[in-house]
């Protein structure tokens, strides 16, 4: 039993080598798409204010120049690892915001699952709603479009528009902001050790 603890201790630390993959990847992940995210929002603000203005922000061309400003800095930031805890903190914030404004009345899931997927949905009645709308948008299309052409490059689908992908942003980030950009493939960790 000893021996076969002591491989497994071993087998860890030569696992714990890779550490730096974990925060890099998930880094990877998230900055072009906030990246992205927040030079539309930049590049469409009128657009982007009108819409705050209908989800009840208040200041919505200030909270649009906040939220673009934070989404492409903070991609930029991630992408190099630098003040990644720092930013994580106002693009968490960014994220509950979303959650609350924009998405929480669709429930959970982004798309419409057909079976569910997680058991705290709470908008099942927009699954059933959603899977119904796109059954009729596709036979629309099978009826008076090219509907192989259509769904060629992937399957037709409509989105439910959850919390989902701004929930599992904010645990990324949550992540980041305890373990940081990680090893080596981070402007923090070289700062870090020049600073000591």
Known sequence: MKTFITTYHNILAQISKGDFLAPLLLRMYLAPIFILAGYNKLTNIENVSYWFESLGLPAPELMAWLAGLTELGGGVLLI??????????????????????AHWQFGWH????????????????????AALRKEHAASILKQHGNYAWLTKAGNFTVLKNGIEFAATYFIILLVLMFQGAGRYVSLDYWVGRRLG
């Open 110 to 129: 982004a798309l419409p699952e057909t079976a569910l997927t997680m058991p705290w949905e709470w908008r099942n009645d927009l699954i059933t709603e």
């Open 80 to 101: 190099v690892g630098l003040a990644v805890r720092l930013i994580s903190i106002p693009l968490m914030f960014t994220m509950i915001v979303a959650a609350v404004t």
